[in-house]
């Protein structure tokens, strides 16, 4: 079962999804960006899967620069692999499981087992 993480690229600190404001996002290529950071992604037509320790990160490539991604975990270790992403460009992540934004600073507080639960 994955788990579905959304990542923003927001000027505006997000509390809340409910409260974004769209003014404030920011057009990026995330998928750019993951190939340049991670070292073993699979490609299937427009599908990608990151292949990490003990971890796989599924997304669907982009035609244009977009403000915000939507991500399928599986295994803990994406989160945090996510997580060190996110912190080096700003980003902003929000567990679609819990309805929550997740601490890229204590990505455990958000932890694997909170999702299975």
């Given at each position: 079962?994955?788990?579905d993480i959304v990542l923003f690229n927001s000027r ?7 409260e974004v404001d769209d003014t404030q996002l920011e ?5 750019a960006v993951f190939e340049s950071h991670f070292s ?78």
């Amino acid at each position: 079962m994955s788990w579905d993480i959304v990542l923003f690229n927001s000027r505006q600190k997000i509390t809340s999804v409910e409260e974004v404001d769209d003014t404030q996002l920011e057009p990026t290529d995330f998928c750019a960006v993951f190939e340049s950071h991670f070292s073993q992604i699979i490609e299937d037509d427009n599908h990608r899967e990151i292949k990490g320790e003990d971890f796989a990160i599924d997304y669907f490539i982009d035609e244009e620069k977009v403000s915000n991604k939507m991500v399928s975990l599986y295994g803990d270790n994406g989160l945090f692999a996510l997580a060190e992403l996110a912190k080096k460009h700003h980003w902003q992540l929000f567990d679609t499981g819990n309805g929550q934004m997740i601490d890229v600073e204590n990505p455990a507080n958000n932890g694997y087992e909170d999702f299975r639960s």
